[in-house]
């Protein structure tokens, strides 16, 4: 069976020309031009658009017609995402405007002297999710894969410059467990996804839209090892420049032991990216065989 392999989509050239598009025209033609780049996606992805496909037919029920179409545009408004993220992170004039539920609770959290866990999913946009985060009072870190193409890092690290948050690499030698748990001892937030795994991770296999799923049981252990709080965020494209930040309530799951905290725990992010999901179907950015 097929698993996620770490890998994004994109090649140095590409970002390129977008680049040179959003520096000298604006947002506007670069999202025009992406119409073109999401057809030949549709097209010439099979494996991935194959995956997307049976996520809108089966999952959620669409006619052969509509999936299509869905899959077309889920490429579409992933490449918004991309062209979003540059403009917001590299500060180029934008029109963009950010909404937030639930800001409170990530302040809530920090005020609490515990540190604290925020998971999310491949939903909508982690980065500039990410960007709006320094404005929380307290240091946030996002744990994430070292899986990029190195060129494609190198030229996004480039354009954005530095960021406004610490990233913590996911590595073989577990050398990331002890940043997150220094994190945490300085009552920070650490962001990660919860919906992805690499093969010979230690899973646990929930009902998900219908159909059983597996899922990491990576970040909900390590809630429970450190004892922290969690919170379920997102930042959801709602119009052409405007995102919408959420973040649940703070969830706290020692009272109910080690193994039914755990199970809450992934009942409830499960139940979150269900409801995010079906609030916004294409900004789910799935391509690989999610059922197994």
């Known amino acids: 069976m097929s698993s996620w392999k770490g890998k994004s989509k994109g090649k140095p050239w590409g970002y390129s020309i977008f680049l040179a598009i959003l520096k000298t025209v604006g947002v506007t033609p670069a999202y025009w031009l992406l119409r073109f780049v999401s057809l030949y996606y549709v097209v010439f992805s099979y494996k991935s658009s194959k995956s997307i496909y049976y996520y809108f037919h089966k999952r959620l029920g669409y006619n052969a017609v509509k999936s299509l ?12 995402s991309i062209i979003d993220k540059v403009v917001v992170m590299s500060g180029m004039p934008n ?6 539920d639930g800001r409170h609770n990530l302040d809530q959290i920090a005020a609490m002297g515990k540190g604290g866990l925020l998971l999310s999913a491949h939903i909508g946009s982690w980065e500039v999710a990410g960007d709006l985060l320094k404005h929380v009072n307290t240091r946030i870190n996002i744990v994430m894969f070292d899986g990029e193409d190195q060129q494609i890092k190198a030229f996004m690290e480039k354009v954005t ?3 406004s948050v610490n990233i913590i690499v996911i590595k073989d030698d577990i050398s990331h467990i002890f940043k997150i748990n220094e994190a945490f ?11 992805r795994y690499l093969e010979g991770n230690k899973t646990i296999t929930k009902s998900f839209l219908g159909e059983d799923a597996k899922f990491p049981l990576g970040p909900f252990i390590l809630a429970s090892k450190f004892k922290v709080p969690v919170a379920y965020v997102f930042a959801m494209k709602e119009t052409r420049f405007h995102y919408h930040f959420y973040s649940s309530t703070i969830k706290e799951y020692l009272h109910l032991g080690k193994e039914a905290g755990m199970e809450q725990m992934t009942n409830d992010f499960v139940g979150e ?3 995010y999901i079906k609030k916004y179907p294409v900004q789910w ?7 197994q």
């Open 161 to 163: 410059g530095k960021l």
């Open 273 to 275: 990216m269900e409801k």
């Open 95 to 100: 029109k963009f405007t950010f909404e937030f």
């Open 69 to 80: 179409w869905n899959v077309y545009q889920n490429y579409y408004v992933f490449g918004q």
């Open 185 to 195: 001892q300085n009552n920070e937030l650490v962001c990660m996804h919860a919906d």
């Open 285 to 291: 950015y799935n391509y690989y065989n999610f059922w």
